[in-house]
């Protein structure tokens, strides 16, 4: 039942900017962790940034500065600012949600219970 529905992904240049979404339903995003994965061809996926209940941000160091993790908790979305976008960024990008994200980037990937589609952001040189 739950569903997290992405949107935002495509084509940028270098330096651009994008915001990915992530629109929730039958899922409370106040209540839980969110989190931005992503995962380019021959790579595994890795952790861009969490969202936890209580506030707390985390940010992969590559992307840190450059990106950032939101909720708008009256639409229950969750949202993730891409600037001063790089090539190495290109990847599919994944939303996820788990009941807590305690260990931030280091938290197992079992914990989170739903993800969504993926959507793909390509960032040219």
């Known amino acids: 039942q739950v569903q997290l529905v992405e949107s935002g992904g495509g084509s940028v240049q270098a330096g651009g900017s994008r915001r990915l979404s992530c629109a929730a339903s039958r899922y409370t995003v106040s209540s839980n962790c969110m989190a931005w994965f992503r995962q380019a061809p021959g790579k595994q996926r890795e952790g861009v940034a969490t969202f936890d209940s209580d506030g707390s941000t985390n940010y992969a160091d590559s992307v840190k500065g450059r990106f950032t993790i939101s909720k708008d908790n009256a639409k229950n979305t969750l949202y993730l600012q891409m600037n001063s976008l790089r090539p190495e960024d290109t990847a599919m990008y994944y939303c996820?949600?788990?009941?807590?994200?305690?260990?931030?980037?280091?938290?197992?990937?079992?914990?989170?219970?739903?993800w969504g589609q993926g959507t793909q952001v390509t960032v040219s040189s």
């Open positions: 996820a949600a788990a009941t807590r994200c305690i260990y931030g980037l280091r938290t197992p990937l079992y914990a989170y219970n739903y």
